[in-house]
Nanobody
Framework: QVQLVESGGGLVQPGGSLRLSCAAS????????IAWFRQAPGKEREGVAC????????YSADSVKGRFTITRDHATNTVNLQMNDLQFDDTAVYYC???????????????????WGQGTQVTVSS
């Protein structure tokens, strides 16, 4: 069983920034690929970014490319999602998920993810 704990959500104005963190054990982060998903009310879940454990490669969805960055912090055993230039459409519940190493690819969110965090709300509002 893999435990994932998200933190860092909140309320931000358009153009602002937030950093989300997904905490897990070192062994889990070494073995599994980690992805960030989001789901807004009335919309389908969307893969936002993922980090492959096997090749330490990151991918981002086109909708966030250039604004969101996913990285791993080895000191704190977290996978972080730095979100800049936030827009109204970024409002959603954000989840981190862990899956097999092959799950992370250019088609972010299409892989298999077996373990999920509880989610953290991000609201972009003026």
């Amino acid at each position: 069983q893999v435990q994932l704990v998200e933190s860092g959500g909140g309320l931000v104005q358009p153009g602002g920034s937030l950093r989300l963190s997904c905490a897990a054990s070192k062994s889990a982060l070494d073995y599994y690929s980690i992805a960030w998903f989001r789901q807004a009310p009335g919309k389908e879940r969307e893969g936002v970014a993922c980090l492959s454990s096997s090749v330490d490669t990151a991918y981002s969805a086109d909708s966030v490319k250039g604004r969101f960055t996913i990285t791993r912090d080895h000191a704190t055993n977290t996978v972080n999602l730095q979100m800049n230039d936030l827009q109204f459409d970024d409002t959603a519940v954000y989840y981190c998920a862990a899956g097999p190493r092959y799950s992370c690819s250019r088609t972010v969110g299409m892989g298999r993810y077996d373990y999920w965090g509880q989610g953290t709300q991000v609201t972009v509002s003026s």
